[in-house]
């Protein structure tokens, strides 16, 4: 089905650059994607996943956040809570095209940012996570080394999936004040989770934290073998089948 560019504005005040995923008629719904730490709206991962959904009738709204893909903005500048309004702000330009999200899906840290924007987002009946920290300050141990001179020098050049990332000492901070215990609590919405055993960037620990301080309804589907990025075509597909068909149960 036909992908459309689509550009709206950030937290930032800066343009962020997304793509709209059309679904295959009859059109059942309209999802919102966040992707994982330091990715963009075009990793494999997305792009696959999104496209499945297509295909069963959900039209997706997959975005990069500030600072990073093609999103105006510098990323030294952004943190846990610029996401959380990015995600609103995507939500917003949905409803302005009469098409609101109702299920909203996060990968890695973008789970956890979703399940913190939900209360947000008030269409939103359904969220489903995959490979989700349970405490957003997770995603600190993949700079650990650097983290000292961070804060003391207020910055640091830090590599990241074999590209370099400024990280401010602001970034830190901010990600260490959130806490998801509360937002799961409240959540009041249909929850799935999604995470590998075997998953050696988020352990599956995490998951079992989600589920646990979650309020039913909610699911927890193990991706058995799959790796953190969900690098296999077959894996993102999987987790597609999955949500589309959770979905129309769960919203019903």
């Known amino acids: ?7 709206f504005q950030g937290s930032g005040g800066t343009t962020l650059a997304g793509r709209l995923d059309h679904a295959a008629p009859p059109v059942r719904a309209t999802a919102l994607f966040a992707h994982c730490f330091t990715c963009t709206k075009d ?3 997305a792009s696959r996943l999104c496209a499945r959904l297509a295909d069963a009738g959900i039209s997706v709204l997959r975005f990069d956040f500030t600072g990073l893909g093609h999103s105006e903005g510098d990323f030294a500048n952004t943190n846990f809570t610029s996401n959380i309004e990015d ?7 949905l409803r302005e095209r009469a098409t609101p999200p109702s299920l909203l899906i996060g990968h890695s840290l973008g789970g956890a940012a ?3 924007a939900a209360a947000r987002i008030p269409e939103a009946r359904c969220v489903a996570t995959i490979g989700a920290p349970f405490d957003p300050s997770h995603v600190l141990h993949q700079f650990a080394e650097r983290r000292a001179e961070i804060e003391d020098a207020g910055e640091a050049e830090v590599l990241l999936s074999g590209a370099t990332f400024r990280i401010r000492e602001q970034f830190i901070r901010d990600v260490s004040e959130h806490r998801l215990t509360q937002a799961l609590g409240d959540l009041r919405r249909a929850l799935l989770v999604f995470h590998s055993p075997i998953d050696d960037t988020v352990g599956v620990e995490n998951a079992a ?3 646990q301080a979650a309020r039913h309804p909610k699911c927890f589907i193990s991706l058995d073998d799959a790796d953190h990025l969900l690098r296999r ?3 993102a597909v999987f987790v597609a089948d999955v949500i589309a068909a959770w979905m129309w149960k769960a919203a019903s």
């Open 43 to 45: 990793v494999l991962a």
């Open 114 to 116: 979703v399940i913190a």
């Open 87 to 93: 995600l609103v702000a995507a939500a917003d330009c």
């Open 233 to 235: 075509r077959s894996d």
């Open 209 to 211: 934290r989600i589920f």
């Open 1 to 7: 089905m036909p992908s459309e560019k689509i550009h």
